[in-house]
Nanobody, 123 residues
Framework: HVQLVESGGGSVRAGTSLTLTCVTS????????MGWFRQVPGKQREKVAL???????HYSQSVKGRFTISLDNAKNTLSLQMNSLKPEDTAMYYC??????????????????WGQGTQVTVS
């Protein structure tokens, strides 16, 4: 049974930094994609950053250069370092995981496992 547990959200001032962490359990070592999506009530879910088994990464244009995704397999931990935060980064952030198919999937529908979410508020 796969579980993803996020932490690290909070309320911060614009221009500051925050690191989100996602601890995974129950995942087989068959290769996987992982990443972060975010959602604001009333708006579509948006992909933020993704990383594949080959360590290829993808960032949305809105966070490129400010956010960094990393994966520590030894600790079963996915992280998202968020720098220079802006009010428009305010959202519920979800950790996701999906099967590795040889390339990094950019679609939320290819991610079978989702955490409960952690709220980030930037003012």
């Amino acid at each position: 049974h796969v579980q993803l547990v996020e932490s690290g959200g909070g309320s911060v001032r614009a221009g500051t930094s925050l690191t989100l962490t996602c601890v995974t359990s129950g995942y087989t070592d068959d290769g996987h994609c992982m990443g972060w999506f975010r959602q604001v009530p009333g708006k579509q879910r948006e992909k933020v950053a993704l990383i594949g088994s080959d360590r290829a990464t993808h960032y949305s244009q809105s966070v490129k250069g400010r956010f960094t995704i990393s994966l520590d397999n030894a600790k079963n931990t996915l992280s998202l370092q968020m720098n220079s935060l802006k009010p428009e980064d305010t959202a519920m952030y979800y950790c996701v995981a999906g099967q590795w198919t040889g390339s990094l999937s950019l679609s939320q529908f290819d991610y079978d496992y989702w955490g409960q979410g952690t709220q980030v508020t930037v003012s």
